[in-house]
């Protein structure tokens, strides 16, 4: 196995230390979150498979394979990248030697500079990093996932680090406080889930997909009573 196709472990013992957690996550909230995702949200679910069925036949990050993966995580994922060849150009140039530090990778192919200064894509490169280099050790940067952490820490402090490692900290944090036994992709979908459930009952006409409104919107018993569940 090259350095390029090596899949990076996140190791994250003593992550919580200096943390204080309002409000712990339990594993039936976990699997609650799972079985609406795998259960009633097909296209996600599809989308999913795509990805990783992608990862395993498709290995490597040259510039012309990730410029296929980029492209299907563009579109399964919605990232809507305005800048997707330079994103591509700048991943590949950066995982022929990428830095030991998972956060790092992140934080080395998501900026992207231009004459009007420099934009940094946090929700594409770690949907990227997550599906295609290891989905363990890149929790997914979402605004709705955010919304969540929020909920389970109250006010976040982002000082002194970038946005997706201030992210990430509080994402292994909230794992190991909460006495987790799941997976990260499994604590993304109820994070994911969660924050857009709450953001919906406040307000109905949240901008959410199609896809999960239906879901919230079914009065099937099994539905509801997962949806409750997840934000018991």
Same mark, same amino acid.
């Given at each position: 196995?090259?350095?390029?196709?090596?899949?990076?472990?996140? %190791? #994250?013992?003593?992550?919580?230390? =200096?943390?204080? &957690?309002? #409000?712990?996550?339990?594993?039936?909230? %976990?699997?609650? @979150?799972?079985?609406?995702?795998?259960?009633?949200?097909?296209?996600?679910?599809?989308?999913?498979?795509? &990805?990783? *069925?992608?990862?395993?036949?498709? /290995?490597?990050?040259?510039?012309?394979?990730?410029?296929?993966? @980029? +492209?299907?995580?563009?579109? *399964?994922?919605?990232?809507?990248?305005?800048?997707?060849?330079?994103?591509?150009?700048? %991943?590949?140039?950066?995982? $022929?030697?990428?830095?030991?530090?998972?956060? =790092?990778?992140?934080?080395?192919?998501?900026?992207?500079?231009?004459?009007?200064?420099?934009?940094?894509?946090?929700?594409?490169? +770690?949907?990227?990093?997550? !599906?295609?280099?290891? /989905?363990?050790? !890149?929790?997914?940067?979402?605004?709705?996932?955010?919304?969540?952490?929020?909920?389970? !820490?109250?006010?976040?402090?982002?000082? =002194?680090?970038?946005?997706?490692?201030?992210?990430?900290?509080?994402? !292994?944090? &909230?794992?190991?406080?909460?006495?987790?036994?799941?997976? %990260?992709?499994?604590?993304?979908?109820?994070?994911?889930? +969660?924050?857009?459930?709450?953001?919906?009952?406040?307000? @109905?006409?949240?901008?959410?997909?199609?896809?999960?409104?239906?879901?919230?919107?079914?009065?099937?018993?099994? $539905?509801?009573?997962?949806?409750?569940?997840?934000?018991?």
């Amino acid at each position: 196995m090259t350095r390029r196709d090596t899949c990076y472990f996140a %190791i #994250q013992e003593g992550s919580a230390v =200096g943390y204080k &957690l309002l #409000q712990p996550v339990r594993d039936d909230q %976990i699997a609650a @979150a799972t079985r609406i995702h795998d259960n009633h949200m097909y296209e996600w679910f599809a989308a999913d498979r795509a &990805l990783d *069925l992608l990862r395993e036949s498709l /290995p490597g990050l040259d510039e012309p394979r990730v410029l296929i993966k @980029a +492209s299907v995580i563009d579109r *399964l994922y919605y990232a809507r990248h305005a800048r997707l060849v330079e994103a591509v150009r700048k %991943i590949a140039e950066v995982m $022929v030697r990428p830095p030991s530090d998972p956060v =790092g990778i992140v934080e080395a192919i998501a900026p992207l500079d231009s004459s009007r200064g420099r934009t940094c894509y946090w929700s594409f490169s +770690s949907k990227f990093a997550h !599906f295609f280099i290891d /989905p363990e050790a !890149f929790p997914i940067y979402d605004d709705w996932a955010i919304k969540a952490i929020r909920h389970h !820490f109250g006010r976040l402090s982002w000082l =002194g680090r970038t946005p997706y490692r201030a992210f990430a900290d509080y994402v !292994f944090a &909230l794992r190991e406080l909460s006495g987790l036994s799941c997976s %990260i992709r499994e604590l993304d979908r109820y994070l994911w889930l +969660s924050g857009m459930r709450r953001a919906w009952q406040t307000n @109905a006409d949240v901008g959410i997909s199609r896809e999960v409104r239906s879901v919230f919107e079914d009065e099937s018993p099994d $539905v509801q009573q997962d949806l409750d569940l997840m934000l018991d």
